[in-house]
């Protein structure tokens, strides 16, 4: 390490580059790749989420905006997320930021003070574990377990893992990468854990839609009520083909609102104005274009089990949610290896190291494309793994 | 303090709201004020600037982009940076951020570690003071003193302040709020000192370009070498009135361009894809807007000095830099009642509270706003200070 990395922060300098972003910029200039490997579909943004954001920059919505997101916003939010859970739900509990990844790593910094614990599930999605780190807490890593069922948490273990130094407890249902949902009554099991030792829980429901089993997953916010140490994170990305727009929102305690807009505007300043008013077209105007993702994301998983299936080698249960699928490749050592030969197949796949703890033997595929695009990546990887 | 704010991070509990938010919040809805409070003019982003973000939009460029910054940004950025400063500059350098609030809560965060000081001058721009201390780090104060010259730093009191913990010095020239601009030979002092001790500079030189007595302010990358420690943060929202993109740049040395890659990916991910091309347009097509908003900043800083010297109680040198007057109010103990009392004559001034210690006593207008609007607003201060 040269001098000016052994003069910054020690976990800011080692802090590995994430094992997702490592291969797409090896891969950058390979114009035929089938990138299956980061979360996000082949579909850009529907026209009209994005004229409803060019009216309002032609219109002039170009200067300093609410910190917390503009009240329009806050209210659309409030009004979907009432809905979708069956709560009641005010616009003072609804923070707007950049992306769900701003919303977990405020909370990180409201929650995490030096020694502080964070326990989570891994394989985890590597942003959320390396943001732990950076905030400066302790991360406590409890491994999902894989059966012939598919994935589960022990919560037992995770209840062990909790000490007297642990502030939160961060679930990611539906989970990336594995496609585990937790189940209703898990849920109330470690929310009444929770509450009798006082813990946060930072639910990340990103993939609350996305589910092939149920109608929806289920959330925290139906079974805690507003005031309780609940933070739900959640974005505009993946339900509406917004990963570029960068737009989340959290649903907060009322009480921590001006906690929010102070670090929303002391880190960044808030949400782009005009970029606002696309939001509010998604999620007021966006069902059908919800109901037409899942749909598609219903079909490409069912191409992906199929020529999964037929694999020797290959070990998995179809995604209960979000839209990968995880599985094992026995006889592959090295995930990150693979995942690069698989690159000169044609295909992208993130590995699962790239997941922490737990994900090592893994791949994990996103199974957002089309069923065309799905279809043909998955014959180069069955060639590719052959 | 109830017991959700006793739970959370102590200093992030009570971090107190911005004492420019707190008044921005209070005039909502009084259609007939002069907002000068906020640092920001009363033009919309040019629309050359505009239509090239939607020309990407309506192209699909709304996928998930380059954490620090698509390339040709960060390339147009280089040479904008290397031209202005007459210094070479490579692209490696240049990390894009969510205005330069990010980068400046990204240099904190990876420069301190609990326990760990910085040295920054008062009054302050609020936000930067905040982010210090949400980030971990130990503030420490030096003020700045007034006098008949105007603003200025006394250098020994600087480097008094710098103890063995001390990690950067943050200077801010052209200065929020004071107009202070460091000259070169203190520039130099400095960058001496601080290499014989081995700390970092932060210069946030967000109104490089805005001066009034020079062409344009010394810049600390015209007098060190690129793998030196030095940040240099930047924004597109005050040359090209993009306040409300939320588009900012670093320049870092090469050797931290994974950290801020990983701190750009773990924090929001990047700035949203189409928006960096408008942000292209206004580096490589902005030269007369910038031109014209220091010319139109020139004109109203002239308005205020003129009005100002007809007020018995106020004490202030006209600014050398950015665009805001701080000026004294003799009799007034109370900035911020100041500042409520104000509004009711309808003009909009930040109380100098909010600029931390050092800031009582004084009133910080921001003067980009058009000639004519600042001629009103002048005659309803001098009024509401008569």
């Known amino acids: 390490m040269n001098g000016l990395l052994a003069s910054i922060r020690r976990d800011v300098a080692e802090e590995p580059e994430s094992g997702i972003i490592e291969l797409v910029n090896h891969a950058r200039d390979r114009p035929d790749l089938i990138r299956l490997w ?15 954001a060019i009216a309002a920059l032609r219109d002039g919505q170009t200067f300093y905006s609410h910190s917390r997101g503009i009240p329009p916003l806050r209210r659309a939010i409030a009004a979907y997320v009432a809905r979708l859970h069956g709560v009641a739900m005010s616009p003072e509990r609804i923070s707007v930021t950049v992306g769900g990844m701003q919303a977990v790593m405020e909370t990180l910094q409201m929650l995490t003070g030096p020694g502080d614990e964070l326990v989570y599930t891994t394989p985890a999605w ?28 022990d919560l037992d273990r995770l209840f062990d ?5 642990t502030k939160a407890i961060v679930i990611n249902s539906p989970n990336n990468p594995t496609g585990w949902v937790m189940a209703r009554d898990a849920m109330i099991a470690l929310r009444d854990f929770a509450r009798a030792r006082g813990l946060w829980i930072i639910s990340d429901e990103v993939y609350q839609r996305l589910t092939y089993d149920l109608p929806q997953a289920p959330s925290f916010l139906e079974i805690m009520e507003p005031e309780e140490r609940l933070i739900v994170t959640n974005t505009f990305s993946k339900n509406w083909s917004m990963t570029g727009w960068r737009i989340g929102w959290l649903v ?21 104005t005009f970029l606002q008013f696309g939001a509010i077209a998604a999620i007021e105007g966006g069902e059908p274009t919800v109901k037409a993702l899942i749909d598609r994301c219903r079909v490409s998983r069912g191409i992906v089990a199929a020529a999964l299936a037929g694999l020797p080698r290959v070990r998995f ?5 979000a839209f990968y699928q995880f599985f094992a490749v026995d006889g592959e050592a090295d995930s990150r290896a693979l995942a690069f030969r698989l690159v000169e197949a ?10 922490g703890p737990g994900g090592e033997g893994y791949m994990r595929l996103c199974f957002a494309a089309s069923p065309a695009a799905m279809t043909t990546a998955m014959e180069r990887l069955v060639k590719g793994l052959g």
Chains 1, 2 share one sequence.
Do not use: H, K, M
């Open 38 to 52: 980061v979360g996000e579909g082949d579909l850009p943004t529907p026209s009209f989420i994005g004229e409803a």
């Open 346 to 355: 044609g295909v992208g796949l993130a590995p699962g190291t790239a997941f």
């Open 126 to 153: 590597p942003n959320a574990a390396a943001a732990l780190r950076i905030a400066g807490g302790v991360p406590r890593a409890v491994p999902l377990g894989f059966g012939n069922r598919g994935w589960d948490l």
């Open 161 to 165: 893992a909790c000490g007297p130094r």
């Open 317 to 321: 249960v179809p995604a209960a949610g």
């Open 252 to 272: 907060a305690p009322a009480a921590l609102g001006q906690v929010y807009e102070n670090l929303n505007q002391f880190s960044t300043s808030g949400v782009a």
